[in-house]
Every structure is written in C-alpha cells, then in structure tokens.
C-alpha cells in the first residue's frame, strides 16, 4: 500500500522560510515532484527531481529560491524554500512516479501518487 505523508507548512513572513518533507513507502519510485494549488487556481508545478537526486528541474516562478533533493534511504523527498513571497501562498503536494522517463515530469498527468498536501502561508 502506497503512502504520502507531507510535513512541514505553516504561516511564514515573507522573505522567511520553510522546508516540506514528504516521505512516501510502498512502492519503489522514479521521479518525485512538489506541485501546489491556490483557491480557485489549477495544481502547478513547483520542482521535480529524479531517482537517483542527479537531475532537479525548477517553475521559472521558484528558480532560484525553492530547492528540492530527496534521500532515497529515508523515503523522503524535501522542498527547501527560501525568499518566500505571498504569491508563494497555496496547498502543496508531492507526487510520485512510477517511470523512468528521459526527463524529469512536470505535468499531473505523469505522476501516479499524490501526498494529501499541505498549507503554505506566506503573510506580507
């Protein structure tokens, strides 16, 4: 039985900072992937990272401030997120994938497994 289980958001100043874990077990995965979604919005992507760690790929939104690594001894993907800005403000989800693809997904429809998502607030 696949499990998703994200930590770590919270009410954050803007420009302070938060790191999200997700840790996921019961299955081996490729790929893994943070998305978010804010009311009324469609689920962006945010950053994906590939199986063995040796390939990140970035929303030209985050780039720069947002650093995503995983340790596949622990399960566990991380979301490091720095210069928060209150446009950062949403549910954030990780996703796992099942396929070894030439290139990091980025799209909903490539990712098999969905944490149930957690909150990030980013105040002005």
């Known amino acids: 039985q696949v499990q998703m289980v994200e930590s770590g958001g919270g009410l954050v100043q803007a420009g302070g900072s938060l790191r999200l874990s997700c840790v996921a077990s019961g299955r081996t995965f490729s790929s893994m992937g943070w998305f978010r979604q804010a009311p009324g919005k469609e689920r962006d992507f945010v950053a994906a990272?590939?199986?063995?760690?040796?390939?990140?790929y970035y929303a030209d939104s985050v780039k720069g401030r947002f650093t995503i690594s995983r340790d596949n001894a622990k399960n566990t993907v991380y979301l490091q997120m720095n210069s928060l800005k209150p446009e950062d403000t949403a549910v954030y989800y990780c996703?796992?994938?099942?396929?070894?693809?030439?290139?990091?997904?980025?799209?909903?429809?490539?990712?098999?497994?969905w944490g149930q998502g957690t909150q990030v607030t980013v105040s002005s």
């Open positions: 990272i590939n199986w063995n760690g040796g390939t990140t």
């Open positions: 996703a796992a994938d099942l396929i070894l693809r030439r290139a990091v997904p980025t799209t909903t429809s490539e990712y098999f497994y």
